[in-house]
């Protein structure tokens, strides 16, 4: 009879795991989109300043159901043209302005396609209709940098970092990401790129001290960097 039981409750939590998972949807509700729509555009070009032709771009929205997988709908795709540029418009569902997340995504990782955005994710209210997002890129050998540090949550010392890097060597701007421990993080990444000094500026509110340190990571390597100090 336990037998019977748990193979019955084992068959269950499959078909409710099968019934959630749902496959990738093409939503795809107008080329051109009919109105309302969101746009991302942008440019993709390489560390000499070279545009890249032929880049496989799509957005898609994904709802994430933990632990038995999700829901995803392929929002729209395109190329990017001789100069490097892309467009991509879509039609944002009522449920997905307020469900779920809206991602970037390319066949190529975009681990690769560096931006000093530093993002290529929009959740729920972050992005609306009627909207325009530029989204450049810089495609170059990538590293990443792991924030890390030691110290409880919500306690003191309290570390805020701030990474500033050139997405190529005559860039004449810098990137710049921030980051704030106040609420108490134990880790963070930043894709930077590889081969190109970086500084990382670390401090401390309450005792007003601040540590600056260059660094160079090589292609593929991924750093661990304790703000601790």
């Avoid at 569902?93 to 390319?106: A, C, P, T």
């Amino acid at each position: 009879m336990k037998t019977r039981a748990r193979l019955y409750i084992a068959l269950l939590l499959l078909s409710c795991c099968l019934a959630s998972c749902d496959p990738i949807k093409y939503d795809y509700v107008s080329k051109y989109c009919p109105g309302s729509c969101t746009t991302l555009i942008g440019r993709i070009t390489d560390q000499n300043g070279e545009p890249v032709a032929g880049a496989e771009l799509w957005v898609s929205w994904h709802k994430p159901n933990y632990p038995l997988g999700g829901s995803t709908r392929q929002k729209a795709v395109t190329n990017t043209d001789i100069n490097g540029n892309y467009a991509l418009r879509f039609l944002l569902r009522d449920q997905e302005l307020v469900e779920g997340y809206i991602s970037l995504e390319s066949g190529v990782s975009l681990n690769t396609y560096l931006s000093c955005s530093g993002n290529n994710r929009w959740y729920g209210g972050e992005i609306s209709r009627d909207t325009t997002i530029v989204q450049n890129f810089t495609k170059a050998p990538s590293a990443m940098l792991q924030l890390n540090t030691t110290h409880i949550p919500d306690q003191p010392p309290r570390f805020q970092a701030t990474v500033k890097y050139k997405l190529s060597p005559a860039d004449p701007d810098s990137c710049t990401f921030a980051y704030d421990g106040s609420p108490g993080y134990f880790e963070d990444e930043v894709y930077v790129p590889a081969n190109i000094p970086i500084v990382v500026y670390t401090h401390k509110p309450e005792a007003a001290t601040t540590r600056k340190e260059l660094l160079t990571l090589q292609p593929g390597e991924v750093r661990s960097y304790m703000l601790d100090f």
